[in-house]
């Protein structure tokens, strides 16, 4: 999947199929899944490599760099669809994770210290079934959460 923030610059990584990422070290609730297994709500260490396949899930209320605020189903229509592209897929994310922000912060986007961030489908993952976006709040500094963004109103 590949990840984009939406503030400022964009700075893109790749993650698809192929790479993995392990949980650190002394997390004590850290736990690894697929990153096609993301629910909203969940608080993650993102991934530090170009590509993977998992993702550490940690307790909300531990040290925790993203946390899912979104979902969004591209086209769940037509399993047999090209892959629309990159950029295509990166401006829905991007309309689709500003606009769902508030709802989950509980303050508007232009006004919060938190930014949003997404996973999107790669052409490997889209030619495997993936058709979902997954929309992503973390600190604008990169510092790390200690608590749920969910109606934090930061």
């Not at 697929?34 to 709500?41: A, E, I, P, T, Y």
């Not at 006004?111 to 973390?138: A, F, H, M, Y």
Request: glycine fraction near 6%.
């Amino acid at each position: 999947m590949r990840v984009r923030s939406s503030r400022f610059t964009r700075v893109a990584r790749l993650f698809g199929a192929g790479g993995l990422v392990l949980c650190a070290i002394g997390l004590s609730a850290c736990q690894s899944s697929s990153v096609l297994d993301l629910k909203v709500g969940d608080c993650v260490m993102l991934p530090h490599g170009d590509e993977a396949v998992t993702i550490e899930h940690t307790s909300c209320s531990e040290s925790h760099e993203a946390e899912v605020s979104t979902l969004v189903d591209t086209d769940p229509k037509d399993a047999s669809a090209p892959f629309p592209g990159e950029e295509a897929l990166a401006l829905q994310a991007e309309s689709a994770c500003v606009e769902s922000f508030e709802s989950y912060v509980g303050t508007p986007y232009v006004l919060s210290s938190l930014d949003v961030t997404w996973l999107l489908p790669t052409k490997s993952s889209w030619g495997e079934g993936d058709r979902q976006i997954v929309c992503l709040v973390n600190a604008m500094d990169a510092q790390p959460l200690m608590s749920s963004v969910k109606d934090s109103k930061l």
